[in-house]
């Protein structure tokens, strides 16, 4: 046999009528279950949400809800590309017809008010559209395997996604990988199309879903591999014997196919993420930060080698090892042996993306989703070539049993998993066990509690309706630790107890925790002051992880203090006051923070001094300077002090390393009355 023979994939056969039917009601049947699986306790953990919901966060601004704002379709955010945002966009604002229709919500104020009390509907909405696209990828598997193996590999590989543990918990929250994981499957399945032949109309579908795929997450170009591949494959299959039959399907050359490919993809592209080419300068500067975060990976602790972490995740929690031994048999089979057309397509694709990831220094199982429906379908032709073989009429039932096993087993702990994240329970305990008002320095990944900080984000114009509506959240005087990507050790500054004397409570977490605890010549400074907190300070409450979602949680109680910040009067003690020394890029920040703590609970006075530090730290840190500026101006204004208040504003502006800012305190210190 020739290579060109061997390269080409099997001619279509004609279907028994027998198989037809069943193509008619399977995958119809299959998405259902895929649905109903990711839909089952999707609710879960609700109103809050903790490492997910970034495009439906972004998404929400984009309305321009509010006074004095107006629709902005550039996120102004470009750490994932636009898709994934414009459908929780428009998920957004069929919400709120929907809740108006049904007389839930008279006004945009109401829907508002709703989003800032209760975010269950929002959520739910957002998590359903990932669920949605999670089930509909059973449906390019199912055709995609039948195409290269017949309806029973059709049906055992669309079976393996809609079963998939890993895709459906992705599949119940809000996210990009479950999308692009869609666009992947379709992506194949159009290449492996464009392999048998060029035509417009495949290479135009070839460079729609690449683009997609693309702009659902970054690594989606990677599908642009198979469809070069599918390309390559489609022209040679024009040359062969077929010749004629391919002029008279209106076959195109390969040069054309390329070019129309990559023009669809290039519309595609700006027609869902315009603004990556209308804004490229924040584009690039967001694509720089998430480059830099793959690099070093999440908070530098990814440590170890990034494939054999991959290798471990593959076989055990995202394919499991049936679908993974499987998977790689049929890889070896029908792409290294038999050199299978539809094989090299999906190969491609297996091959550059699996280099890709393992480039990163960031690991995350949840990178692997793509690959899943590469794997299930080289695993169902495999199984199908070997059950036919075996003319036992059950033996390809059993063999679909054995791959699914895993998962099937996997299930039932997946719905345990769907409890309440230990930063909820942590949150419910505070609010019923420590009171308002108690100064709480917490570390990244603890509970949510609310803020100064979080009631300065609420816009202006909700906080009277939201005070007659009876909404009065416990507030406490929280205090964020820093955390930094890049270098780690630089949050040292920050664990500094000292710092900590005027806290009524110190909140430890084990996702930061454990990782300094990893390297401890690193983070001496940061394992010191666990130390001095276990040794000084009594353990409140323990929220062990448990195996559930969330971390460790650890909240210990400051014995030095009798009484909570917001009633020690007529002074709470002095604001955290950072030692000199090298610049973070963490002291404005901190400092904002410090100061809305002290300022909310009526001590003006130290919060001024608190901003007043803040402001010195433009150079690394202008937008939270900035801030720091104008509640500072604030505190001066309100005690009469206008010429002061006008003067702090003008140096802050001469100060100010950033243009926009500058202009931004010289506004604001128009409007000083003495200023005039």
């Known amino acids: ?18 198989a037809a039917g069943i193509d008619r009601w399977a995958p119809a ?67 709120y017809l929907f809740l108006r229709a049904t007389g839930a919500v008279h006004s945009t104020v109401d829907f508002r008010i709703l989003q800032q009390v209760d975010k269950t509907p929002f959520y739910l909405v957002g998590r359903s559209i990932t669920a949605v696209l999670g089930a509909l990828t059973v449906l390019p598997v199912y055709a995609l395997a039948r195409r290269v193996a017949g309806t029973g590999a059709a049906i055992a590989a669309a079976l393996l996604v809609a079963l998939s543990p890993a895709l459906v918990a992705k599949s119940q929250v809000i996210e990009v990988d479950v999308p692009l994981t869609l666009f992947v499957a379709w ?24 683009g997609l795929a693309a702009t659902a997450k970054y690594p989606g170009m990677v599908l642009a591999a198979s469809g070069l591949l599918g390309v390559v494959l489609g022209a040679r299959a024009a040359q062969g014997p077929r010749a004629r039959e391919a002029k008279r399907a209106r076959r195109i ?80 089979v029908f792409l290294g042996m038999r050199r299978r057309a539809w094989a090299m397509v999906l190969g491609a694709f297996v091959v550059a993306y699996a280099a890709l990831v393992s480039s990163f220094a960031m690991k995350a199982d949840r990178y692997l989703l793509p690959l899943i429906p590469a794997a299930c379908v080289f695993a169902a032709a495999l199984v199908a070539e ?3 073989r075996a003319r036992t009429r059950w033996a390809m039932a059993g063999a679909t049993a054995v791959l699914a096993l895993p998962a099937l087993l996997a299930l039932p702990s997946h719905v345990a998993s769907l409890r309440p994240d230990t930063r909820t329970l942590a949150r419910t305990w505070f609010e019923a066990n420590v009171p308002a008002g108690a100064f709480v320095a917490c570390e990244q990944y603890g509970p949510p509690l609310p803020s100064p900080l979080e009631l300065q984000a609420v816009d202006r114009d909700l906080m009277p309706v939201l005070e007659q509506r009876g909404y009065r959240p416990t507030v ?43 390297e401890p010549a690193r983070f001496a400074a940061q394992l010191a002051l666990y130390d001095s907190l276990a040794s000084s300070w009594p353990v409140w409450q323990r929220f062990p992880a448990n195996g559930g979602p969330g971390p460790e949680i650890v909240v210990y109680r400051n014995p030095s203090q009798s009484t909570v910040f917001a009633q020690r009067r007529p002074t709470p003690g002095d604001p955290p006051m950072l030692r000199p020394g ?19 609970f009526g001590f003006a006075g130290s919060a001024f001094a608190a901003y007043v530090q803040g402001i010195r730290s433009s150079a690394s840190d202008p937008a939270s300077a900035t801030a720091c500026a104008e509640r500072a101006a604030g505190v001066l204004v309100r005690a009469g002090r206008n010429a002061d208040a006008a003067a702090l504003l003008d140096h802050a502006a001469s100060e100010a390393p950033r243009p926009a800012d500058a202009a931004r305190l010289r506004a604001l210190r128009d409007q000083v009355p003495a200023a005039r």
């Open 476 to 518: 406490y005087a929280v205090i964020s630790v820093p955390l930094f990507q890049v270098d780690p050790g630089r949050s040292s500054a920050f664990y500094d107890p000292a710092l900590y004397r005027v806290a009524d409570a110190f909140v430890v977490t084990s996702a930061v925790r454990d990782r300094y605890r990893a």
């Open 29 to 95: 049947a299959l998405v259902l279950l895929a649905l109903a699986l990711r839909l089952y306790g999707i609710q879960a953990g609700l109103p809050q949400v903790y490492e997910e919901a970034y495009p439906f966060k972004m998404a929400w601004p984009m309305w321009g809800w509010g006074p004095g704002r107006g629709l902005d379709l550039n996120p102004h955010w470009f750490r994932y590309p636009g898709l994934t945002l414009d459908l929780q966009f428009l998920g957004q604002g069929a919400l």
């Open 253 to 332: 050359a390969w040069p054309a196919a390329a070019g129309t490919s990559a023009l669809a993809f290039l519309a595609t592209a700006f027609a869902t993420s315009p603004y990556l080419f209308l804004d490229s300068r924040s584009a690039l500067a967001d694509l720089a930060v998430e480059r830099e975060h793959m690099r070093l990976g999440h908070f530098g602790s990814d440590l170890g080698s990034t494939w054999l972490t991959y290798v471990r995740d593959w076989f055990t929690a995202t394919a499991g090892w049936p679908l993974a031994l499987a998977s790689l048999a049929g890889l070896v």
């Open 386 to 388: 070997l059950c036919a």
């Open 187 to 210: 992506g194949l399945l159009a290449a492996v199309d464009l392999a048998s032949g060029l035509t417009r109309r495949r290479a135009i579908v070839m460079g729609i879903v690449t």
């Open 1 to 18: 046999m020739t290579r060109a023979a061997a390269a080409r994939p099997p001619a279509p056969v004609s279907a028994p009528a027998s």
């Open 582 to 600: 090298t610049a973070t890029g963490g002291e404005a920040y901190f400092y904002y923070n410090v100061g809305l703590n002290y300022e909310l």
